[in-house]
């Protein structure tokens, strides 16, 4: 095993020396600072603005989506893309057990549970495999496909572009086709990434994006749901904007709904983001490159590449550990120490407190996964043309 020392100089071959290299900083100019300030000299600070419009047909045009739909945060958008998705109380979701917490609060926040299935070696995203199992084993009757092992019908599944490496999205939606149940994509870290030419977030019924100030493009805070579903797309305006009908003067509202919209503030900082994003992609994917290279030749380490077929966006860079949890606790402890700051992944789901008490699947890669990788720092700061 290479010593911890050695990837700390490999690191700070491919960053340089500043005394502290953050994981993902965001990348401000005064054109960001420009649009701001245009919208604040228009007092439409709110929820009603064109900066609103603006980026949601932005993000359209470059997801390929039919139709995007600003919200608040990432979190939101995903709540209600499953309520769109026709979860209800009482259903079980399938989501990955490696993943942010807001995967599994988002389900919760719908009334559903979250039930936790393995991640794929390969992808880091949820195994198809797996999900096969749970849908196989799963008993077909009147209101839908029922978990064998919760007895509770299962609303949905909720794969994620872990680190903006696209998971094995076709083939999960054919595989989740066949049984009727709707893929909800988790795309929050997946901004840019596609497979073949087609846009992550956009193979299941329903897609989120986050732009969370540690994402690859920030509104401060900020999500987007994507559908090519005209009723879905009309749904989801309406549910988030407290279901207010269109009137001069009347405030009437036909269910009880949500205040999700995204305001015009945070919109007019994603405007100016979005237009610098390829610049943001091809940084990565320099910073990417020169981190493989650096990495190629250290043994007992391995720096995490796209997915074979795909195109990373690379939101996170990461490398693989060998070894156990001992190994990646030192490379965390020697990088953080020289003021490289580097991120173990999330801890899986299942062992969250408010999660451990449910019944899921077997996790054994997820797992080793979490008790191998190592987040490195990945601003597009960090990799001049
Ligand atoms: C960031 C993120 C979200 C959404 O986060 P918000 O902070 O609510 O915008 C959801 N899922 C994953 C996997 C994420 O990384």
Redo the contacts with the bound molecule.
């Keep these: 095993m290479t010593g911890p020392e050695s990837v700390v100089r490999t690191i700070r071959g491919v960053v340089g020396d500043d005394p502290f290299v953050g994981l993902h900083i965001p990348d401000i100019t005064d054109l960001e600072k420009q649009r701001v300030r245009e919208c604040l000299d228009s007092t439409f600070v709110s929820s009603v603005g064109a900066f609103v419009g603006e980026f949601e047909q932005s993000i359209a045009e470059f997801t390929g989506a039919a139709h995007a739909v600003a919200v608040s945060?990432?979190?939101s958008a995903?709540q209600v893309a499953l309520e769109l998705a026709g979860v209800t109380g009482g259903d079980d979701v399938i989501v990955p057990t490696l993943?942010?917490v807001?995967?599994a609060n988002a389900v919760s926040h719908a009334g559903a549970q979250p039930f936790f299935v393995d991640s794929d070696e390969e992808t880091l995203g949820l195994s198809v495999e797996a999900v096969s199992e749970v849908l196989s084993a799963a008993r077909s009757t009147p209101e839908g496909l029922v978990n064998a092992a919760t007895g509770r019908r299962i609303g949905a599944i909720v794969p994620?572009h872990t680190l903006g490496h696209p998971m094995h999205i076709a083939e999960l939606v054919t595989l989740a086709d066949s049984y009727g149940v709707p893929v909800v994509e988790?795309a929050?870290?997946s901004l840019g990434s596609r497979v073949g030419p087609r846009h992550t977030g956009t193979f299941g019924a329903l897609g989120i994006l986050?732009f969370?100030g540690n994402?690859i493009l920030t509104t401060g805070?900020g999500?987007m749901i994507l559908t090519d579903d005209d009723e879905l797309a009309r749904r989801a305006r309406h549910l988030t904007t407290t279901a207010k009908l269109p009137h001069r003067w009347e405030f009437e509202h036909d269910e009880i709904a949500y205040n999700y919209r995204m305001p015009n503030l945070n919109a007019a900082l994603g405007v100016a983001q979005l237009e610098r994003l390829p610049e943001f992609l091809a940084a990565k994917r320099r910073l990417a490159r020169r981190y493989q290279d650096a990495f190629a030749d250290l043994p007992g380490i391995r720096f995490l590449a796209e997915p074979s077929g795909t195109e990373s966006n690379y939101w996170l860079c990461a490398v693989r550990v060998d070894g156990a949890q001992p190994e990646r606790d030192a490379v965390l402890e020697a990088t953080n120490d020289a003021g490289l700051q580097c991120r173990p992944f999330w801890n899986p789901l299942h062992l969250q407190a408010p999660y451990r008490h449910l019944p899921r699947a077997a996790t054994p890669v997820a797992e080793r996964l979490h008790a191998s990788v190592v987040c490195i720092p990945s601003s597009p700061a960090l990799a001049p043309a």
């Design positions: 945060n990432g979190t995903l993943s942010f807001a995967t994620m988790d929050a870290e986050s969370n994402k805070g999500g």
